[in-house]
């Protein structure tokens, strides 16, 4: 059957966008992994599928490539709201995720901001695989994990160009203290307001940027004391800025372009 999308990036971080809003959703795992492969399918970071929704513009359903759901996404969550905002001409849109209702809004420059919600900071929401404190895990590097409906573990390092994050982030990810697997991220910490991310994604690899482990990345360093409230994230693809005032929620703002439409044929 023939499936229309769009396919958008942020920064390079590449996601496509499936609206079944008022129609069946035939997304499955075996779906997602057709249309995920970057030779045979369209490929992608993140695919976000619209479905109705009571209590906001649509509720968003995430996929991985590799055919494994995901509870939120940053970028595609900006992508999504860039497309209903404009459909609806309005400058703020009200979208439901696994994280519950998300409140994104235009910016200055063409940017979309999206209110991530709250992270979750305790050993049983990440989650990890016994009681700990999230701020230091017993693992080498001393990293600091959090929840940002997806799993984060964050490494500070003094120079990022000596981390092979192809090689060392797939045993990490699979590490025992995380039954649900995690995003991987090495930091290294240019000034209070800016940081140098490089990621290795759950489900994914290596990203050229990934927002939701920005925001991650970022309430890791703050709850460390290394980083302000407001911090500019340097990604391989580009630059997101992520503010949380230490409590309450997490605001992640960054722009999204266009890439293609048309339709996918999928059995």
Same mark, same amino acid.
Not at 40 to 67: E, H, S
């Given at each position: 059957m023939p499936l229309p999308f769009v396919k958008m990036h942020a920064h390079g971080d590449d996601f496509i966008i499936i609206d079944r809003r008022g129609l069946h959703d035939p997304i499955t795992a075996?779906?997602?992994?057709?249309?995920? &492969?970057?030779?045979?399918? =369209?490929?992608?970071?993140?695919?976000? @599928?619209?479905?109705?929704?009571?209590?906001?513009?649509?509720? =968003?359903?995430? +996929?991985?490539?590799?055919?494994t759901l995901l509870a939120t996404c940053g970028s595609a969550t900006r992508g999504v709201a860039d497309r209903l905002m404009h459909e609806a001409g309005t400058d703020s849109v009200v979208l439901r995720t696994d994280r519950g209702l998300l409140t994104c809004a235009r910016a200055a420059g063409r940017q979309i901001s999206v209110n991530m919600g709250e992270p979750s900071l305790d050993w049983s929401a990440v989650p990890l695989a016994e009681a700990m404190d999230t701020l230091t895990l017993p693992i080498d590097g001393n990293p600091a994990a959090c929840s940002m409906g997806n799993p984060h573990c964050t490494f500070f390092v003094e120079d990022l160009t000596a981390v092979d994050v192809a090689t060392v982030g797939?045993?990490?990810?699979?590490?025992?203290?995380?039954?649900?697997?995690?995003?991987?991220?090495? @930091?290294?910490?240019?000034?209070?307001?800016?940081?140098?991310?490089? =990621? +290795?994604?759950?489900?994914?690899?290596?990203?050229?940027?990934?927002?939701?482990?920005?925001?991650?990345?970022? @309430? &890791?360093? =703050?709850?460390?004391?290394?980083l302000d409230a407001t911090v500019q994230v340097h990604c391989d693809g580009g630059t997101v800025t992520v503010h949380w005032a230490g409590e309450g929620a997490v605001v992640l703002t960054g722009s999204v372009e266009p890439v293609m439409q048309g339709s996918a044929y999928v059995g």
């Open positions: 075996k779906v997602a992994r057709q249309l995920g &492969n970057r030779h045979t399918g =369209i490929g992608f970071n993140q695919l976000a @599928v619209l479905l109705d929704c009571d209590d906001a513009a649509a509720r =968003i359903k995430f +996929w991985n490539p590799n055919g797939p045993a990490l990810e699979i590490h025992p203290l995380f039954p649900a697997k995690t995003n991987v991220h090495f @930091v290294q910490v240019l000034d209070r307001g800016h940081i140098r991310l490089r =990621i +290795w994604e759950r489900g994914g690899g290596v990203p050229l940027g990934s927002g939701s482990c920005c925001c991650g990345a970022v @309430v &890791n360093g =703050i709850r460390r004391g290394l």
